[in-house]
């Protein structure tokens, strides 16, 4: 299933949704992931092909009752949709504390580009930033892998679920202006 948005509605309220990019030739590790890398050390991550597990869906679920919207019926449901098969070249980088999953998220690779999917967590993990330091360790694996643009996906002006993404990659995110259809660096230039 592939789809994209422009308005989102939480409650009875509806959100323009601001697509982001970062370049990766010029993403540098920034404090913020020295910060969630050292809080997340006694961790490990592993960068594997798309191969959903019982664990999968288990923090899947957990992680659904704690957010404030509606999510997928399953992970499997959230990547294949209807169909039996997935299209795209899907990875997933999981996280373990020892040998238990803690955390996992999924990302497309394209042949220059590659787009998060999702990032998910025990929520009894939330204080370590789970899926934020996920989707850095993404972007290092892409940028390692030589492609260009890292997608994130959106975030919501007016709705802070989502204000974390607007951050990742500072100096190199850049977000999609609709009326100009151009990639503009982010944050963008006050009006004259």
Known sequence: MLFTTDVLSFGEIQYQAIWLRVRLHDFETDKTYRTLAKKNMPFRTEITGLFLTPEHE???????????????????????????????????????????????GAFDLGNESAAGIFSVYDPAYKRFSPGKYLIYEKMKFCKKEGFVYFYPGYYVPGYARFDYKKDIGKGAIEYFDREKNEWLPHPPAPSP
């Open 58 to 104: 288990k923090i899947f679920a957990n992680y659904k009752k704690h957010v404030p919207f509606e999510a997928a019926f399953s992970l499997r449901s959230l990547l294949y949709g209807d169909e039996s098969e997935n299209v795209f070249n899907t990875h997933l980088i999981n996280m373990y504390d020892g040998d238990t999953l803690i955390a996992t």
